[in-house]
């Protein structure tokens, strides 16, 4: 029997692609850019010590900055895109490495003007950030101004500037490592199909009706972490150890609080996520509990926890399909939305399917002067890839309203509003897909089941990851070992307080910590959890209120980074700053439960 392998990138049909000519036509035009850059990057010395001098001055620099970051941000989207395509394409990892040699050397450059705006005379600077021709610029100036307790000298600036790229040792070398290098060889599957196990298709393995199947692929997946086990934990330390040197040389107090302060978060909204979910892992509990025995098994092991309860509902999504199921979903949102979301999903903005060597996962990207562009590992018979799809599309449409509504220096929103944007599209689809199947009761519930394995991995999952990170970076900044054992020690014990004692936890499973990669961006995962948090509070005010929240949503979006992520947020009519979101949230799970739970006997009677 033939073995169904992972498509080489060039089998791919050219309208399954993105287009990234948008940003360049081809390299050539991408090598022109570069050499534009690397000539201007001795401008930079016409502004040296001069920023005092007068407002033109001032701001004629602040606007040489803006155009050299703006540049060469389109040289580094297109770049990773072209470098994410095939991880083992070395003449675009060559493009990568150089465009981010290029932004070190830029920031190396540049990095006289933070210390010298914070130097400059108070009454002075006031001057220049309150006169009427700086209004746009005001709020990233105000952020700069804020980080002089964190500001070094010129000297030292410039050295840290120099270390940038040097700094990607850890996260470069485990994401070769992961999407390059690592095979995790072929299964056969419960009809006899011999399939190459990859990170694409694990998470379909894990819905697989067959136990025996989920077990193996689990098995064999992790088998290839346990191979590589000391050097990923000696990665992930040494990122670890990353953050820890630049939160000292900057004088925060933690790693935690240099990441937060960029957004100014409190780290007591990160502790009250923690101490919020852990007090109500109730509704979990009895989910999963509910799971085993309607599975029918004696013990229940991870690789039991995301095979629908439902059985005998197949699910099968072609990609145009899936498109045309978003829009209808976003429908709450206005024509304008789902007509730009429409156009740019079906035409240029999405790289669909997998191949070898492409990046696993998925995500939106893109930069201020090109489309938003999506990276899918698409596949038609899983439902996942429905939700994935949706979720980077409230990304992408973020970022074209941002861009749209905001200059240059303010259209980047933070990623803690961004996972807001992605969430509220899920919720918008669960909803959508409930109604749509409100008279086939066995859909509904593989529906609500879905939805609730969604905010499971979203919310308790994802703040677990948090507290993981809390935990491991607490033990670096304490000068203790980060060594293979202490890191799958600690995450034994978050799987035990997260999960009590509904699951077996195998030793395979405490390997889970060496395979994340949004471990190598410190605190990055508990926007996820705060995110959904706010998305479910936002989206019932859509679907609740009509016109007058859609409205209010959407010109949060148009936001961008005008203003601090609370302050959005606040505006939207959320408050990240209390328990109350998250308790929602949490309390919206506990209802799928017993909504699922109590369908479920239904079902059973009929068959």
């Known amino acids: 029997m033939a073995i169904e392998k992972i498509p080489e990138r060039k089998d791919i049909d050219p309208s399954f692609k993105w287009d990234l000519t948008p940003l360049f036509a081809g390299d050539a035009e991408w090598e022109a850019l570069f050499s ?13 010590g001069r920023l005092h001098e007068s407002l033109s001055v001032f701001r004629e620099a ?19 895109l072209k470098s994410d395509e095939d991880k083992a394409d070395q003449r675009c990892l060559a493009l990568h490495q150089r465009s981010m040699n290029l932004y070190t050397r830029m920031s190396e450059s540049a990095s006289f003007m933070t210390p010298e705006i914070q130097s400059i005379p108070e009454e002075v600077i006031n001057g220049f950030i309150h006169h009427d021709t700086m209004k746009e610029y005001r709020f990233s100036l105000e952020k700069i101004l804020r980080y002089k307790p964190h500001t070094l000298s010129k000297e030292i600036e410039e050295i840290l500037a120099m270390s940038g790229e040097v700094a990607q040792a850890a996260s470069q070398a485990f994401s070769q490592l992961d999407n390059a290098d690592l095979k995790f060889g072929t299964l056969t599957d419960e009809k006899g199909k011999t399939v190459e196990l990859s990170h694409g298709n694990f998470s379909t393995f894990l819905i697989n009706p067959s136990r025996d199947v989920r077990r193996k692929a689990f098995e064999q997946y992790y088998k290839s972490y346990d191979d590589h086990k000391n050097t990923v934990a000696t990665t992930l330390a040494y990122s670890n150890k ?9 004088r925060f107090g933690s790693c935690r609080a240099s990441s937060l302060f960029s957004d100014n978060i409190p780290e007591q909204v990160y502790d009250r996520l923690i101490s919020t979910v852990k007090e109500n892992l109730d509704p979990l509990f009895r989910y999963m509990r509910f799971r085993k025995e309607a599975l ?11 095979v629908p309860i439902v059985a005998g509902v197949d699910f099968s999504m072609p990609y145009e399909e899936a498109v045309e199921t978003c829009c209808a979903a976003l429908a709450p949102l206005g024509d304008e939305y789902c007509g730009l979301l429409r156009q740019g999903l079906a035409g240029g903005w999405v790289d669909r399917y997998e191949n070898r060597g492409k990046r696993s996962g998925a995500y939106s990207s893109g930069c201020y002067d090109s489309p938003p562009y999506i990276l899918m590992n698409y596949r038609d018979d899983n439902i996942n890839s429905l939700y994935t799809l949706i979720h980077e599309a409230g990304h992408s449409m973020h970022s074209l309203y941002s861009r749209k509504h905001q200059p240059y220096i303010s259209h980047d929103y933070t990623i803690f509003v961004a996972e807001v944007a992605s969430t509220f599209n899920e919720t918008l689809l669960s909803e959508h897909l409930i109604a749509r199947f409100d008279s086939d009761p066995r859909m509904q519930a593989w529906i609500i089941n879905r939805e609730i394995d969604n905010i499971r991995a979203t919310l308790y999952r994802q703040t677990m990851f948090a507290e993981f990170e809390k935990v491991t970076h607490t033990v670096v900044e304490s000068n203790g070992p980060l060594t ?27 390997l889970e910590a060496l395979r994340i990669p949004h471990f190598y961006s410190a605190f990055y995962v508990y926007k996820y959890a705060t995110g959904i948090s706010a998305a479910i509070a ?20 148009k936001l961008g980074g005008s203003m601090f992520p609370i302050d959005e947020l606040l505006a939207a009519g959320v408050d990240m700053r209390t328990s109350e979101p998250v308790e929602r949230a949490l309390a919206h799970f506990g209802g799928l439960v017993d909504r699922l739970i109590t369908l479920y006997p239904s079902l059973k009677q009929n068959g």
């Open 36 to 48: 534009s850059i690397e000539q201007r990057l001795g401008r930079y010395n016409d502004y040296r």
């Open 62 to 80: 602040i606007d040489f900055d803006l155009s050299m970051s703006r540049d060469i941000e389109r040289l580094y989207t297109y770049a990773h």
């Open 242 to 250: 990353k953050d820890c040197f630049y939160s000292r040389v900057r």
């Open 296 to 306: 029918g098994i004696q013990e229940l092991h991870f690789y039991d926890t995301y």
């Open 484 to 510: 293979l054992d202490v890191i799958r020690g600690e995450y034994r014990k978050l799987l035990e307080a997260y999960f009590g004692d509904t699951i077996v936890i195998d030793d395979e499973l405490t």
């Open 538 to 557: 936002l989206a019932e005010k859509v679907m609740r209120e009509g016109a007058k929240a859609r409205d209010a949503y959407l010109d949060f979006l």
